[in-house]
Every structure is written in C-alpha cells, then in structure tokens.
C-alpha cells in the first residue's frame, strides 16, 4: 500500500462501512478518553468488527452492508445498554470481539438460515445480470473484511503477560 492509498478521495464501501462502525465505537465508547487511546485500540477494534465477515466467509454467507452495520451497531448498542464497564475497562476491543463471538454462536442457526435462505430465493428469482453484479459485490465486500480480520489476527502482538487476562 503507497501513501495516495491513504488519501484517495472515493473510498471503497468496505472502507465506508469500517469507518462508520469505528467512529460508532469511538463515539460511545472513547469520546472521554484520550484520542491516543482510540488509536492504541484502532488495529484490535477493527479485528473485532471483521469478525462477523470472517463467520459469514467460513459458512459462504453474505449479506448487504446494511445488514452487517446493522448487527454490528446492534452488538455495539447492547454493549453501551447493558455492558459492564468494569469487566471491559482497559479490554474494551476484546470484550467487543468476545460480544459478537457469542452472539453469532448463539444465533447460528437463525442468521444461516436468514442469509442462506435470502441468497437462494435471490438468486432464483432474480437472475439479471444486474442483480449478479451486485450479490458479487456484496459477497467480496465480505470476502474483504474477512481478509482484513485474518490479516489484523496474524499482526496482533500476543496479550502483555504483566497483565491480568479479561477473562
């Protein structure tokens, strides 16, 4: 990646989508703390919210980004909700990532069938060239972000061992 990566003026929709699921995180859960704090946490907050396209990729699921920024702010919604600050504290990526792990376990079955019903009945129905085009485009959406959460997992530096664990 060169520096005019950084700064090119249409960014991808993945892109988008992480950015607004970021600056949801950051507004609920950082905005009292120092900036420097955000950024600590940046590479382990984003891990956190690629997961759900890492589960999606394993079982050959999609959906639209509307869809996947709306469970993830849900889980993030909840978090703020009924969350306890004392157990995340410091561990906030973490108890974020540990969240969305458990949510999509314990709803395995609905969200396989939401999404694999929804992609079957898609592609039968609407077989244009059109509508192809663009379950391509939201399938390597998802394809992208689970690269991202396999690459950020290979560069997270292993947890400090001075520190207690999360759980």
């Not at 859960?29 to 382990?44: C, E, G, T």
């Not at 157990?87 to 709803?107: I, N, V």
């Not at 609905?110 to 391509?136: P, Q």
């Amino acid at each position: 990646m060169n520096c005019s990566d950084h700064h090119r003026p249409n960014p991808s929709a993945d892109e988008q989508l992480l950015a607004e699921l970021l600056a949801h995180v950051r507004g609920h859960f950082y905005s009292s703390k120092p900036p420097a704090v955000f950024q600590r946490d940046r590479r382990r907050l984003l891990h956190a919210l690629c997961w759900p396209a890492h589960w999606l990729d394993h079982r050959g699921l999609f959906c639209s980004s509307a869809r996947y920024r709306a469970l993830v702010i849900a889980r993030i919604d909840n978090i703020r909700g009924h969350g306890d600050p004392a157990c995340y504290g410091p561990y906030f990526p973490t108890y974020l990532l540990k969240c969305l792990q458990e949510f999509f376990d314990r709803h395995d079955d609905e969200l396989h069938a939401e999404f694999r019903h929804v992609r079957n009945a898609l592609d039968a129905v609407l077989g244009s060239l059109r509508f192809a085009e663009k379950v391509t485009t939201q399938s390597q959406q998802i394809a992208a972000l689970a690269s991202m959460h396999r690459l950020l997992r290979s560069r997270i530096p292993p947890d400090d061992p001075k520190q207690m664990p999360l759980f």
